[in-house]
């Protein structure tokens, strides 16, 4: 319910102008806040991953997406260990912080509640 | 009544035999025949074998993709389906086709069509299906062939023969890493009208050429992939081998299509007897030692045609004992009375007419055929035998020592005999 996967008020946001021009600056602040860009991670790098299913979609991103991903990781263990962010040159840009792990945690997410589906299906004989 | 009897044998017979007119639907072979079956069956046959890769392994993992996520399904919703209809799906891949096929209750015709379809004109060739479920089966399937003697033999026995094309690997290599790019490429250039051919038992012409029509309507209708004319070089190599049977193939190739002279000498040479626990008529089945075993391998193919004989037993000496023999046989068999000669004919028809009998067969007879836009019968398959004359025979078992041998051995490649010890 609650996180990166939980349910999000963000599209109706999106799909308001005035909304939009209200509330962006806020959300800005807050990432700004949370400060994760400024270790050098993305957001999706947040994504609880102790589930089968963000591990499934895990094993599904290309080579490069997944040393990235690491790299990421040791880099900012080692700014955590120094208690320290990163130096600014190297922050993620707000372009840079794109969802790579979304869309497949998504896919696997469609393929787990078709399977739902389908185990629970009532067949009815053909008139 | 005895003669009651076979009159209605016969009369059934011209019933079963009147077989399959090819339609041409809009670029798409279509044949079907109607025996009165209480399932039916559709098999598309693609030419995408091993012959027309253009990397290797892609023709396996384009097998293995078959039957997952299409535009209008995934690969779930397939497998679910088609149990809830009662249906059965499968793909085969030879070195020349990819037969897709799926069995059904009569009426079920419009889903199953579909998803063969469907695979056809949508697949979506994700990258996690290749490396969660294809891939997986390719190395396990490429794994079983290498772990068997026999196949081992004859893949090498390809390779020798015929080089590039029909000598290319059947299954993809278990260290190769096939690319979803490659598989999409290859399956966009064989996925063509011109390409596909349908076949149908248990299912009247107009119903299938209708739904075809409907289903592939969106495949491109021209282009081929290229293949270079078969060639036959021949050789020898050894494979070393642990565990299994000793193994040693004597092949021989030709080129140009099959002919019906080489089914009749692998059916007199076989030392398979027709009668369970006994041993064979044929003069070689007396010759072979008791713990080795001779198989006559016949594969043919569109423009050439290998003929072998596959030779195993438990240690080297029988090997030798049993090779020597089978040459010396093969070497014979070009003068054969005329009475060993009707009865060779005789098996190699019945061979030929009761594997036509069945689905799996009728596809692998007819399916070149009907891809060829020839007519396609089951009678043209048995009737080629009686045009076989002795002369024709004894030419064409004698021609076939004229180019080099493809000699294959698997094993204990120390003690295993050499081509020139057999007699070669």
């Known amino acids: 319910m609650f996180g990166p996967l939980g349910i999000s008020l963000a599209p109706q946001v999106r799909a308001s102008k005035t909304l939009t021009r209200w509330i962006k600056p806020f959300a800005n602040w807050y990432v700004n806040l949370s400060g994760y860009r400024k270790m050098g991670l993305r957001y999706d790098d947040l994504l609880v991953e102790e589930r089968d299913d963000v591990q499934r979609a895990l094993g599904r991103l290309t080579e490069r997406e997944n040393y990235d991903r690491t790299f990421r990781f040791k880099r900012a263990s080692q700014a955590s260990v120094l208690h320290a962010n990163l130096p600014k040159e190297q922050w993620i840009k707000p372009e840079e912080d794109i969802r790579y792990l979304r869309p497949h945690v998504e896919e696997v997410v469609k393929e787990d509640n078709e399977r739902k589906v389908w185990d629970a299906i009532s067949v009815e004989r053909r008139k | ?424």
């Not at chain 2, 253009?54 to 396996?60: E, L, R, T």
């Not at chain 2, 069509?113 to 996690?128: C, N, P």
């Not at chain 2, 036509?356 to 043209?380: D, F, N, T």
């Not at chain 2, 490649?413 to 010890?421: M, N, T």
């Open chain 2, 1 to 424: 009544m005895l003669a009651a009897r076979a009159s209605a044998a016969r009369s059934a017979s011209r019933i079963v035999r009147s077989f399959a007119t090819v339609v041409d639907t809009a670029g798409v072979k279509v044949a079907a025949v109607d025996n009165g079956e209480s399932t039916s069956a559709v098999t598309f046959l693609v030419k995408a074998g091993s012959r027309y890769e253009n990397k290797p392994g892609v023709a396996h993992a384009l097998q293995n993709f078959a039957f997952k996520s299409t535009n209008k399904r995934s690969a779930l919703g397939t497998v679910r389906e088609s149990e809830l209809y009662g249906g059965v799906l499968s793909a085969s891949l030879s070195r020349e086709h990819l037969a897709l096929t799926a069995e059904f209750l009569r009426g079920d015709e419009t889903f199953f069509v579909d998803v063969i379809s469907s695979f056809l004109t949508g697949a979506k060739f994700t990258r996690h299906e290749l490396h969660e479920y294809v891939s997986p089966v390719c190395a396990a399937e490429s794994a079983a062939l290498a772990s068997n003697p026999a196949g081992r033999a004859i893949e090498a026995a390809h390779a020798l023969a015929f080089r590039n094309g029909l000598g290319s690997p059947l299954f993809a290599a278990e260290e190769s890493e096939v690319t979803i790019e490659s598989i999409k490429e290859y399956a966009s250039s064989v996925f063509t009208k011109g390409n596909i051919a349908v076949l149908g038992t248990g299912i009247s012409q107009e119903a299938l050429s209708h739904l075809v029509e409907k289903s592939l309507a969106s495949l491109a209708s021209t282009g081929s992939p290229s293949a270079s004319s078969t060639s036959y070089f021949g050789g020898e190599t050894r494979v070393d081998s642990h565990g299994g049977p000793q193994t040693v193939f004597i092949g021989f190739g030709t080129t140009g299509a099959p002919t019906p002279e080489l089914a009749v000498l692998a059916a007199h040479l076989s030392p398979q007897p027709s009668v369970k626990w006994s041993q064979g008529s044929s003069q070689l089945a007396a010759a072979i030692p008791t713990t080795a075993s001779v198989q006559t391998v016949l594969l043919p193919y569109s423009d050439a045609s290998l003929f072998g004989l596959l030779i195993q037993g438990q240690t080297s000496e029988d090997v030798k004992t049993a090779g020597t023999a089978a040459v010396a046989a093969l070497k014979q068999a070009g003068s054969i009375s005329g009475e060993e000669f009707t009865k060779a004919v005789a098996k190699a028809k019945f061979a030929a007419a009761s594997a036509s009998e069945a689905r799996s067969g009728l596809v692998a007879s007819l399916g070149p055929k009907v891809l060829g836009g020839a007519s396609a019968s089951v009678e043209s398959v048995v009737s080629s035998f009686d045009n076989v004359s002795s002369s024709a025979f004894s030419s064409a078992t004698s021609s076939l020592f004229k180019s080099k041998p493809t000699y294959v051995a698997v094993g204990d490649i120390k003690s295993l005999p050499y081509a020139d010890e057999l007699g070669l």
